[in-house]
């Protein structure tokens, strides 16, 4: 398999280091650094597996290693490329550049040329705002992990706010657990039979325009996107022997979104809405928002406790392609506040039309001065049997990672 496929491929990596040239590759170095994570990680699931092929445990090991350099006019470049090894998913199994990123800083502009991540959103359990990056859901459940995005974005800062042009000229496609893998639905998806609207399948050219601004405590922004959905709609197919599997297809749509977040004292309120259209039969209307109140010093020592409420909805209902159409989340977010700077987040999110509730647990902690212990639970409890999360009923999660940053 080229190694390309599931990185960037490589007349894109082409075109991009001929628009890097003529932007300022010259010149003395002002700043240079060499940085990045090496880590093990462990993966332990109690039940039995659910589905043929799937291990009950599992190792890996990921290097994340980033290289930065900054010339005297401030003008910069990121080289982050990722790799994983994993012990019984060939999916999971991937290389991906993160980060390929000149950044140019001109007299009334910021010029960002290459591959790279961008985030937009304020809650905590779902991002529903998030759209510039593809998820690698290989790496996990929690859609928080991304692939590097070719783009080219323009920024315009003024008094009167900040505005974000981007072209994205090539599409990802969304990485998904192989058979061997753990977290996944009863059928494998073939990502290697995926289908594309657009006649220029992955080629086709996205494009994003963002209005963000600071008034006082509240921090906003407004965007739209036009291109291909980084959400495929999984469409039941075959394989080339004829076994069942999920195909994904990936479609056009137009998506108009608001994140935003006002800071109260110990208050944080925060919020996230869509409405989309182009996916499915009909456009929706998606919303995700709440609170996160600090207690702080509490019981009379450095510790700090937070409470974190959301509610999470969307109006497609059973017909959502989340998991969280009607959904109440509740979490404790505890910073112990040490010298190895312990933190852990607790949360619950129980649907308020059934039974199906989830838990998760992450925590970590510092040792000495390049090593962190992460810890991650997660549980599935009281899915129905039409539950968005039925296929991972038996796929409670212990996780154990030890990484080591230089």
Do not use: C
Request: avoid cysteine.
């Amino acid at each position: 398999m080229p190694l390309f496929r599931r990185g960037v491929p490589g007349p894109l990596l082409m075109i991009l280091l001929g628009l890097l040239t003529p932007l300022g590759f010259s010149g003395s170095a002002a700043a240079q650094e060499f940085s990045g994570f090496a880590t093990g990680e462990a993966r332990l699931f109690p039940s039995a597996a659910l589905h043929p092929g799937q291990d009950d445990q599992s190792a890996s090991f990921a290097v994340q290693p980033e290289f930065y350099y900054e010339w005297e006019g401030g003008s910069s470049f990121t080289l982050v490329p990722f790799y994983r090894q994993d012990s019984a998913d060939s999916e999971r199994t991937h290389f991906d550049l993160r980060e390929f990123t000149f950044l140019g800083l001109f007299e009334d502009f910021e010029l960002r040329v290459g591959v790279r991540k961008v985030f937009w959103g304020t809650t905590e359990v779902l991002h529903l705002v998030d759209i510039i990056n593809q998820t690698d859901l290989v790496e996990n459940i929690d859609t928080e992990d991304k692939l590097g995005q070719p783009m080219v974005n323009l920024s315009l800062a003024r008094d009167w706010g900040t505005l974000d042009l981007f072209l994205l000229p090539y599409f990802r496609e969304r990485t998904f657990p192989g058979r061997g893998g753990r977290l996944r639905g009863a059928l494998v998806v073939d990502t290697g039979r995926a289908e594309f609207e657009s006649g220029l399948e992955e080629w086709h050219p996205d494009g994003a325009i963002r209005y963000s601004h600071t008034l006082g405590a509240l921090d906003f922004g407004l965007h739209e996107f036009i291109g291909t959905s980084r959400e495929p709609t999984l469409r039941l197919g075959a394989d080339g022997a004829g076994n069942p599997v999920l195909i994904p297809v990936y479609e056009q749509i137009r998506q108009t979104g608001l994140d935003l977040s006002l800071v109260s004292g110990e208050w944080l309120w925060k919020m996230e809405a869509l409405y989309r259209a182009g996916q499915g039969d009909e456009d929706y209307f998606a919303w995700t928002g709440g609170f996160e109140y600090t207690f702080t010093g509490i019981v009379d020592t450095a510790m700090d406790l937070g409470v974190v409420l959301e509610g999470l909805y969307d109006d497609r209902g059973r017909h959502a392609t989340s998991a969280f159409e009607h959904d109440i989340a509740l979490g404790l977010r505890l910073a112990v506040n040490d010298a190895a700077s312990t933190q852990a987040l607790f949360g619950w999110v129980q649907d308020v039309t059934r039974s199906s509730r989830s838990f998760f647990l992450e925590a970590s902690r510092r040792f000495g001065n390049n090593w962190v212990l992460n810890l991650e639970i997660r549980t599935f409890m009281g899915q129905d049997a039409d539950d968005f999360l039925f296929d991972l009923r038996d796929d409670d999660l212990l996780q154990l990672e030890m990484t080591y940053y230089f």
